[in-house]
């Protein structure tokens, strides 16, 4: 079965002055599409096909020849769920399991946001930093390119793309202060929640 691109859950303008409509008309629209496109041409016929994209990207993490498979599969895992942990007029709110798991972790949710932010900056060239579980304490994790936590065996309940094309249209080079923006004003933490509920 082919893959296709999801339809952004709001529209194109409601992230605004965070992330432009700009911003997600060149990300979700080209970038997000040529991933899909690009797995569209390379499973077929591999020894992947007819495999889910979970299953795809745990079994061809590692593996050299399946590494144009991973890139793109990563990468559509990646983005699908990045729509997802954005929501308009999203507000600092974070639900009181969530924040419960983040104070225990990490002391505080300033200290979690700090090293989010840590994370995303620290992460040199293209990658995506994330906040994960390992099914008992949370954890910030980086990885590079379309890399992800699935490939790790973590679960991920938050992620944010430091590509430079999720970022350069309203930033520039300013990384850090679009991770700002991202985890203060950004952040769907309901859909968190619901991932946390499961690990
Ligand atoms: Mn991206």
Known sequence: MAFELPPLPYSKDALQPHMSAETLEFHHDKHHQAYVDALNK??????????????????????????????????????TNFWKWMKPNAGSAIPSEVEKHIVGSFGSVDKFKEDFVQGGVGQFGSGWVWLVSDGKTLEIMKTPNGDNPLAHGKHALLGCDVWEHSYYIDYRNKRADYLKAFINNLVNWEYVAELLSKH
């Open 42 to 79: 390379l499973v077929p016929g591999s020894s992947l096909d007819g495999k889910s994209l979970d299953e795809i990207v745990m079994e061809s993490a590692g593996k050299a020849d399946l590494a144009s498979i991973f890139n793109n599969a990563g990468q559509h895992w990646n983005h």
